[in-house]
């Protein structure tokens, strides 16, 4: 079969290989999904680039892409809720990614029918973004009537965290360039800030939950709009010591998450707040909650930019480069 592989972690650009590929063997409760459209996403370049060896410890040469939308192929013997011609789609397993291929195999826990109404390339941006929103909102244990703010919130993961926080019940605030304003209210944003207007830092107070996609230097500023006893959940800040114990990691790395990653915890402390970090995991009935959510709304994924497999480079390096309107996608056949 015809794939990308990572043949070395490195920095920088890391191109990936397009070429020839055995087909992945299939398990008893795997599904074989003959892969239609797969999403890029900047979790692909942190892969390659080593970022998260510590998480998961990929071994190179590496099939990469992280979620993809296709038809069942084949079933393996236990496999009960998928058949044959199924149009499915999924955020991979963590230890078992390999979207950018004609084929892979996936556990069927980790799958979930795909909505009527998207294209496959609108299907290949919700699962990894609509995953991570859903168990971010889990994390905080988000109550309906409060506010959230979702920094950043007119990229991929804004399209889906906007609508499936509202459907919490929660006053959605989010920021970005006033030029996707319309676009993100019609989502169902209650709020949009203009970064090149106004500062969110000083426009916000006391609000009860903040999902973090910026990390780095903003993170303090996200600390400071939340009130006492608030709840952040960040995708870029870096691991911590609760979340090593969400994931049961050997004491040693309980330790080192604490040491490295202390300051965000001592920030959040100040105020009796708290941090988490998330990793997004593969959830098949998850997927199928957020995939009703999102189907009631007839929410459309914004698609950015549509590659071949054999352009797989220069999709990652437009994801690298940020700015974008929606998800880039590549068609695999």
């Not at 038809?71 to 499915?88: H, L, W």
């Not at 676009?183 to 207007?197: H, W």
């Not at 691991?239 to 090593?244: L, T």
Request: with cysteine; charged share 25%; aromatic share 6%.
């Amino acid at each position: 079969m015809k794939a990308a592989w990572l043949e070395r972690y490195g920095k920088g650009e890391v191109r990936q290989t397009v070429g020839e590929r055995a087909a992945p063997r299939l398990g008893a409760k795997d599904v074989l999904l003959r892969v239609s459209v797969a999403g890029v996403n900047p979790l692909d370049n942190m892969i390659a680039h080593g970022e998260v060896k510590v998480l998961v410890p990929y071994k190179t040469p590496l099939v990469m892409g992280n979620e993809c939308v296709g038809v069942v192929e084949k079933i393996g013997p236990s496999v009960t809720m998928f058949k044959q011609g199924d149009r499915v789609y999924a955020r991979l397993p963590l230890n078992r990614i390999g979207a950018f291929a004609e084929y892979v195999a996936v556990d069927e826990a980790a799958l979930a029918l795909t909505p009527d109404y998207l294209s496959d390339e609108e299907a290949a941006a919700i699962p990894l973004t609509a995953l991570t929103a859903m168990q971010a909102l889990d994390l905080m244990r988000a109550e309906p009537g409060k506010t959230i703010f979702i920094s950043g919130g007119t990229g991929s993961f804004g399209a889906m965290a906007i609508p499936l926080a509202k459907a919490r019940g929660l006053t959605v605030i989010t920021n970005g360039s006033g030029k996707n304003a319309g676009r993100v209210m019609e989502l169902g944003a209650d709020r949009f800030i203009d970064y090149r207007k106004e500062d969110y830092a000083t426009a916000l107070s006391d609000v009860d939950y903040v999902i973090d996609s910026l990390g780095g230097a903003e993170l303090e500023k996200q600390f400071s709009i939340l009130k006492r006893g608030g709840k952040l959940v960040s995708l870029r800040g870096g691991p911590n010591k609760a979340f090593a114990q969400r994931i049961g990691a050997s004491p040693i790395m309980r330790l080192v998450f604490g040491f490295v990653n202390r300051k965000y915890d001592a920030m959040a402390a100040r105020n009796g707040q708290t941090y988490d970090f998330i990793f997004v995991h593969s959830d098949g009935r998850q997927l199928a909650e957020a995939s009703e959510i999102l189907a009631g709304l007839e929410v459309h994924p914004s698609v950015d930019g549509v590659y071949v497999l054999e352009d797989v480079n220069a999709a990652l390096q437009k994801v690298a480069g940020g700015g974008s309107r929606g998800k880039t996608v590549i068609q695999i056949q």
